[in-house]
């Protein structure tokens, strides 16, 4: 059974920065495609930042030069170190992993953490 869980969300002023933790069970990181999502009231949920198990990165343009996803394996655990922080990035932000087989990719999601950057 596989289990995201995020830590790191709160409540920081626009200029700031954050720290999103996922740890996960059931799933190793390095070994799929780890990743954040985000979605905002009213909005879509969107792409915030991906690693794949050979250690590429992709950003959503809005966070590029901004945000930077890492992981460690030891620990089973993927970080978003998130700076310069503006309002507009206030979201829930979603751990993802997406794990590839024979029948297809299978998407897993975290339960979410909510990041609020005040003006």
């Known amino acids: 059974q596989v289990q995201l869980v995020e830590s790191g969300g709160g409540l920081v002023q626009a200029g700031g920065s954050l720290r999103l933790s996922c740890a996960a069970s059931?799933?190793?990181?390095?070994?799929?495609?780890a990743g954040w999502y985000r979605q905002a009231p009213g909005k879509q949920r969107e792409l915030v930042a991906m690693?794949?198990?050979?250690?590429?990165?992709n950003y959503g343009d809005s966070v590029k030069g901004r945000f930077t996803i890492s992981g460690d394996n030891a620990r089973n655990t993927v970080y978003l170190q998130m700076n310069s922080l503006k309002p507009e990035d206030t979201a829930v932000y979603y751990c993802?992993?997406?794990?590839?087989?024979?029948?297809?990719?299978?998407?897993?999601w975290g339960q979410g953490t909510q990041v609020t950057v005040g003006s």
């Open positions: 993802n992993a997406k794990r590839g087989s024979y029948y297809g990719v299978r998407d897993y």
């Open positions: 059931g799933i190793i990181f390095s070994a799929n495609v």
């Open positions: 690693i794949t198990s050979g250690g590429n990165r």
